[in-house]
């Protein structure tokens, strides 16, 4: 590595963690005003004093959270996870920043040796399985240090992909640790002017087309224009390293139980779209369901736009001039604003079926507990419900179940009114 200092990687033990029983939603309830140096401070110097890491990948955009760290404690625990694959620039860089930030604790978690021979001993691992890759290059490596802490700090933000859409300031990990976000409110634009504003040196290779730096195999140059990570895993369909994988595992957003109306997954979550307004700018608009004949008219910017977006159809809606371009959005909401208008079913049924819609599909409008079964038929996984019984239906699993259809979707299905030899043959299928 060029010239920097990097200390051994710390066993600490887990300390018990009193944020738990505080809970998390109530730590997003009560910074989520707060500005990205104030939520690390806060947690850094109050919540989880001396129970914190942060972990920095040094890349294109990591001075940011990295300044915020010299302003708060420069003695704070700076995690990089040395793959052995990085770009010579990028080792440059942690010595670059660690110099100019007055960072004295930056620590290099490296893979373990016996893995390496044992998974990787060609170096090649990257090229035909990259998941395993990262798994014993950076989750690993990653997952003993951080043992030690109750808590550690991303420099994640929510604009980067629709996976990090509803990222919130406090996340609770699947082994009961604190991921702390300060930047999850960020826009690419706010990034730039933090850079600017406080003259942070940039990495190397930043003006020379690399927008987003991992490791040297699976980092590529990005095109004007294209998003800053669709240089990472080229060609592959991955976006994460598995660093992050448990992201939503347990996200709480500040709002009372009422404002939580999307249920997904089996819980009612805060929704992070809202609908489209009169005056909302295609190309700059996000997290925003648009309606599908404003889509058509000016689709162009709607495909320029880098941010997440959603959109809506309506009864009467032709889903068919929309399917070449439906990949581009995270979520399609289906319009059902009345009882007894069923055009939404057939709706999501072509989005889904015929055109292979893989994000989020949910019902939006009337939405009623004995609707729900019929809707997820179609394809339907979330549901924007406001009616309290239906509410309460779904918060106890207390859903009508309905076995028999007058239009069964896929094989399974007993169309009514068949005899009862045909539906046994059915449903033995
Ligand atoms: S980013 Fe690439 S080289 Fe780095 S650990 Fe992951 S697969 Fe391996």
Redesign the pocket.
């Known amino acids: 590595m060029a010239a920097t200092s990097l200390a051994a990687a710390p066993f600490r033990q887990h300390k018990p963690d009193k944020l738990r029983q505080l809970g998390i939603m109530s730590l997003n309830g009560m910074f989520d005003e707060m500005d990205g140096v104030g939520v690390l401070r806060q947690a850094a110097t109050d919540l989880l004093k001396d129970d914190i890491a942060i972990v920095s990948s040094f890349g294109a955009d990591s001075a940011v959270l990295l300044h915020m760290v010299s302003e708060v404690d420069r003695t704070l625990p700076v995690c990089f996870?040395e793959?052995g694959?990085?770009f010579p620039e990028t080792l440059d860089y942690v010595a670059t920043l660690e110099r100019a930030l007055g960072l004295s604790n930056v620590i290099a978690l490296r893979p373990d040796d016996k893995d390496v021979l044992r998974f990787?001993p060609g170096g090649d691992?990257?090229e035909t399985d990259?998941?395993?890759?990262?798994h014993?290059?950076?989750t690993e490596p990653l997952d003993v240090a951080v043992s030690g802490f109750g808590g550690w700090v991303t420099g994640r933000k929510r604009y980067q992909t629709a996976e990090r859409g509803v990222l919130p300031h406090f996340e609770l990990t699947s082994d009961d640790r604190i991921k702390v976000n300060p930047l999850a409110y960020f826009s690419d634009a706010d990034i730039t002017a933090y850079k600017l504003k406080y003259g942070l040196p940039e990495h190397p290779l930043y003006t020379k087309g690399y927008k987003s730096i991992?490791?040297?195999?699976?980092?590529s140059v990005v095109a004007e224009g294209e998003d800053p990570r669709a240089g990472?895993?080229r060609g592959l369909n991955?976006k994460e390293?598995?660093i992050h994988f448990d992201f939503n595992g347990a996200i709480a957003k500040p709002m009372a139980a009422e404002d939580l109306t999307l249920f997904k997954d089996g819980a009612f979550i805060a929704d992070p779209f809202r609908a489209w307004s009169e005056g909302d700018d295609a190309a700059s608009v996000r997290y925003t369901h648009v309606p599908l004949p404003v889509f058509l008219a000016q689709r162009d910017a709607f495909l320029a736009n880098p941010h997440p977006l959603g959109l809506l159809v309506a009864p009467g809606d032709n889903v068919e001039l929309a399917a070449p371009d439906l990949s581009r959005f995270a979520s399609v909401a289906i319009a059902f604003p009345g009882f007894t208008d069923g055009r939404g079913y057939s709706s999501a049924r072509l989005v889904v079926e015929r055109h292979g819609y893989k994000g989020e599909v949910r019902a939006v409008g009337d939405v009623l507990a004995d609707q729900i079964p019929l809707m997820r038929r179609c394809g339907i996984t979330a549901f924007v419900v406001r009616h309290e019984p239906t509410r309460k239906a779904l918060r106890e699993g207390k859903l009508a179940t309905v076995d028999v259809f007058y239009q069964p979707v896929g094989k399974t299905e007993v169309p009514l009114g068949t005899r009862p030899f045909l539906r046994r043959a059915v449903e033995n299928v």
């Not at 990259?130 to 990262?134: A, I, Q, V």
């Not at 991992?214 to 980092?219: D, F, L, Q």
Request: hydrophobic share 25%; glycine share 8%; with cysteine.
């Open positions: 996870l793959t694959k990085h990787d691992l990257w990259p998941d395993s890759c990262c014993v290059r950076k991992g490791c040297a195999p699976c980092t990472r895993w991955k390293c598995g």
